[in-house]
């Protein structure tokens, strides 16, 4: 009995596995006007540091890349990007380091300069919406997103509906592609949110 127990390992299951065939039957009911896709789980750190100090160079040094200067931006660095939240607050996300050792080596680098930083890898899950994607987003988001007002390298913390999440515009350089992150136990709702909102740009019989 014990030998069984042993041999029993959690699998990571994605928070929106049960959704996937859902999402991605968006593209051929909207006529490929918007497509919604899953994105593979992250390393994620929260990053504080005060922005006067020498804290950020040293980090950017460490990443191979500047960390964004103005609050609500992103920048991209090697294998990720860095969100910048708040004044003395940044997210940042790679796609190649395992989540524990990131947090710990850029924890020693931030402490060194009067931050810290925290792996918040499972506090997000992340969608990204193609082609229609600003269009679609008006029917859940009050932010003003037309290009003009939220161009490729913008981000923000807003409401999409009753959840809350964080929008980057532009990741991989097209201004139409937003990444939509969100916490787990809200996912599930704004992935019903988006596919209903879909509806509406189902094309109609001429």
Known sequence: MADEMAD???????????????????????????????????????????????????????????????????????????????????????????????????DEVAVAHGGMAVDVSAQRTSLRVRGAARELLSFGCALDLRPAAFPRGRCAQTLLGQSGVLLAAGLDGDVDDLQILVRPSFAAYVADLLVDAAAELVPQPA
Not at 29 to 37: K, S
């Open 8 to 106: 029993r390992t959690l699998t990571p299951t994605h928070p929106l596995a049960d959704r996937r065939r859902l999402l991605a039957a968006v593209a051929d009911e909207t006529a490929g006007a918007v497509r919604l896709e899953l994105e593979a789980p992250v390393a994620a750190v929260d990053l504080r540091l005060d922005p006067r100090g020498t804290g950020p160079a040293a980090i950017a040094a460490d990443l191979g890349a500047e960390l964004p200067s103005e609050p609500d931006t992103w920048t991209a660095h090697p294998t990720g990007t860095a969100l910048r939240l708040g004044p003395d607050e940044w997210l940042l996300t790679s796609t190649a380091a395992r989540p524990e050792d990131w947090e710990f080596h850029l």
